[in-house]
Nanobody
């Protein structure tokens, strides 16, 4: 049984930081393309950042220079360090694991940036 469990979301003021975690089980974590997506109310789900099995990283333009994605294959965990948060970063953040025809999602964690 595959499980992706996100944690670390919450309420933060503009300019603040949060660190999201995604703990994976039931998959060979190291071979998967891992990604963070987000969905704001009334908007489509969008890619925030992704990291390949070999460590190649890509970011959405809107988060470049502020967010950092990483993975620890020994802990089967992916992270998203989010700094300089803005109100427009408010969304539900989802963890994704993809490998060929296999596509798994976590349940999401809410991030709210507000004063």
């Amino acid at each position: 049984q595959v499980q992706l469990v996100e944690s670390g979301g919450g309420l933060v003021q503009p300019g603040g930081s949060l660190r999201l975690s995604c703990a994976a089980s039931g998959i060979i974590f190291s071979i998967y393309l891992m990604g963070w997506y987000r969905q704001a109310p009334g908007k489509q789900r969008e890619l925030v950042a992704q990291i390949t099995s070999s460590g190649i990283i890509d970011y959405a333009d809107s988060v470049k220079g502020r967010f950092t994605i990483s993975r620890d294959n020994n802990k089967n965990t992916m992270y998203l360090q989010m700094n300089s948060l803005k109100p427009e970063d408010t969304a539900v953040y989802y963890c994704n694991a993809w490998q060929r025809s296999e596509d798994y999602w976590g349940q999401g964690t809410q991030v709210t940036v507000s004063s």
